[in-house]
């Protein structure tokens, strides 16, 4: 981030006029449904003035701040990065439902889309078969007319199914599928 932050309030770079930070996304809340323009609320941990050494191999990589660290300030060796295991808050259902993926550029114009079904949904996430080659991290929008949902969620990991097919696996943002 690059922000105008007081000088007081600064670990770093105090004669600088924009203070640049490192910093990890601690949540994330839609208030806006336009699709061509969404606003978020962000809230995030500032970690230091560089990031985790692993950020050079993996940009896309998702990290959590360490549960063993007890000091007051952050920096980046101070954070871990978050592990695949399946350890979902909510229960994945076999549902097949009809979406429309879309990518949006960075003018929030439609970049790409396509017509798919779900594998599995739950409340907060959902996998989806795609032959769209969508990077870890992006931010995607979807919809569903059978569900009347319209909603933001970003790509966590992608895989192929014995079926050869490839699939993406994503984490809604703004809001919860409506069961």
């Known amino acids: 981030m690059t922000i105008p932050m ?10 600088e006029d924009q203070y640049r930070v490192w910093s990890l996304v601690r949540y994330l809340r839609s208030i806006s449904s336009d699709r061509k323009e969404p606003k978020f609320e962000v809230g995030v941990a500032f970690i230091g003035k560089r990031p985790p050494a692993s950020y050079e191999q993996d940009p896309a990589k998702r990290y959590e701040i360490s549960q063993a ?14 592990t695949t295991s399946d350890q979902r808050a909510h229960t994945r259902h076999s549902i097949a439902v009809d979406v429309i993926v879309e990518l949006l550029d960075e003018k929030n114009f439609l970049a790409q889309s396509e017509h798919t079904v779900t594998e599995n949904l ?9 032959t769209l080659d969508i990077p870890l991290g992006r931010f995607i929008h979807l919809r569903s007319d059978q569900y009347q949902v319209s909603l933001f969620a970003v ?7 014995t079926d050869g097919i490839p699939r993406i696996h994503v984490e809604f943002i703004d809001r919860e599928w409506p069961l």
């Open 122 to 130: 739950s409340l907060r996430g959902a996998t989806l078969f795609t």
């Open 155 to 161: 790509v966590r990991s992608k895989s192929t199914g």
């Open 6 to 15: 007081p000088r007081q309030l600064r670990v770093f770079d105090h004669v």
């Open 69 to 82: 660290q007890s000091q007051s300030m952050l920096t980046s060796d101070m954070v871990a990065p978050i």
